[in-house]
């Protein structure tokens, strides 16, 4: 629930709150929430991890499209 009020609410601040609903979501297997908090917090490899560890490939290829290129024929592949 803390996650969903911080995402309806545009939430920035602490970053420390933020890396730990996302490490908590991780623990939770909620992988695809986890990276929305890692792309908030501007760690966007950990966004993308999460992204593919919770296959949640449309959002892993849109983040890849801007800030990591040579992945998304990868992560295409994957996706099916």
């Known amino acids: 629930k803390?996650?969903?009020?911080?995402?309806?609410?545009?939430?920035?601040q602490p970053v420390q709150m933020l890396d730990e609903v996302a490490t908590a979501l991780t623990r939770a297997g909620m992988h695809d929430k986890a990276g929305d908090f890692y792309e908030r917090l501007n760690e966007l490899q950990r966004a993308l991890d999460s992204y593919v560890r919770g296959n949640a490939f449309r959002k892993a290829v849109e983040l890849a499209r801007k800030?990591?290129?040579?992945?998304?024929?990868?992560?295409?592949e994957h996706w099916g």
């Open 67 to 76: 800030c990591f290129p040579f992945r998304v024929v990868e992560l295409q």
């Open 2 to 12: 803390a996650a969903q009020v911080i995402l309806d609410h545009d939430i920035q």
